[in-house]
């Protein structure tokens, strides 16, 4: 089997969030998947097969963290998308069948690719005791991302505040189905990003996420009602970092972004 890496989220290699791209004939058993994944080692291993003609999707598309199977993942659709493109394996926008339902990868002028997601239904809820504590800052809002995410999005104090994490992943295990996404306002618009994330996911195998497309179905009407814009840029402030443009149109949000392939190789067992 034919295995690439790709870096997704970026325009440069080295950056963004890597994810392992596997084309198949077809799926084999989990198990073999999630030795794969494993074995890869990223966040994220997508796994695609072509799907016969006529249909309401064009490819099957699956996720694996080392850890588990996800129910959505943005940068490693992005990635599959981009193999599937420059392999010539398809033209034009590319739906995906999911546990999430069709997911339509589009190809832009610049390189870029827009995924169309569903926007993440956002529950206020109270802050669980301990998780100050756990994620190392007071949260100022806290909210359910559904059960697509499965994570809870916590706003804090600001951006320094965000970048300056260093969160108990043991602890913050406890207080939610996959994660945390932490998120404050920009501090200076003008570096060309409106609000910065990180996202720790202990749950599924993945103590800080590089750069989650899925968590900004979630971010993107957090901040769009802020800020008042539906177009909005987010900053994810990893070690590795990258940037993610967000349209939000009400139940349906739009993901953008560029992605590089770095590996490309042969699996041979």
Not at 18 to 23: E, F, M, T
Not at 26 to 35: G, I, K, S, T, Y
Not at 50 to 68: H, M
Request: aromatic letters at 6%.
């Amino acid at each position: 089997m034919r295995i690439r890496i790709v870096d997704a989220f970026t325009d440069r290699p080295f950056a963004g969030n890597p994810a392992g791209v596997l084309l198949l004939d077809a799926f084999p058993d989990d198990d073999r998947l999630q030795r794969v994944a494993l074995e890869v080692n990223h966040s994220e291993t997508a796994f695609a097969h072509r799907l016969p003609a006529g249909g309401e999707a064009d490819w099957a598309l699956r996720w694996f963290t080392p850890a588990t199977e996800v129910a959505m993942c943005g940068h490693a659709t992005l990635a599959a998308a981009h193999v599937l493109h420059t392999t010539g394996a398809h033209e034009g926008p590319v739906r995906f069948a999911t546990r999430s339902g069709v997911l339509v990868a589009t190809p832009r002028q610049d390189g870029s690719f827009t995924l169309d997601f569903p926007t993440a239904p956002l529950t206020p809820v109270e802050a669980p005791p301990g998780i100050a504590a756990a994620l190392g800052a007071e949260p100022r809002t806290v909210l359910d991302t559904g059960p697509n995410i499965g994570d809870l999005l916590v706003e804090v104090a600001d951006e320094k505040t965000v970048r300056g994490l260093t969160p108990d992943l043991d602890a913050l295990a406890a207080h939610s189905e996959r994660g945390i996404i932490a998120t404050a306002r920009a501090e200076d618009p003008a570096r060309g990003y409106d609000y910065v994330s990180r996202c720790f996911f202990p749950n599924v195998g993945i103590d800080e996420d590089p750069v989650t497309g899925s968590a900004h179905t979630a971010l993107a009407p957090f901040w769009s009602e802020r800020l008042g814009r539906p177009d909005l840029t987010g900053l994810q402030a990893s070690s590795r970092s990258g940037r993610v443009r967000t349209e939000l149109r009400g139940g349906r949000t739009l993901l953008s972004g560029h992605a590089v392939t770095v590996i490309d190789g042969e699996l041979l067992v």
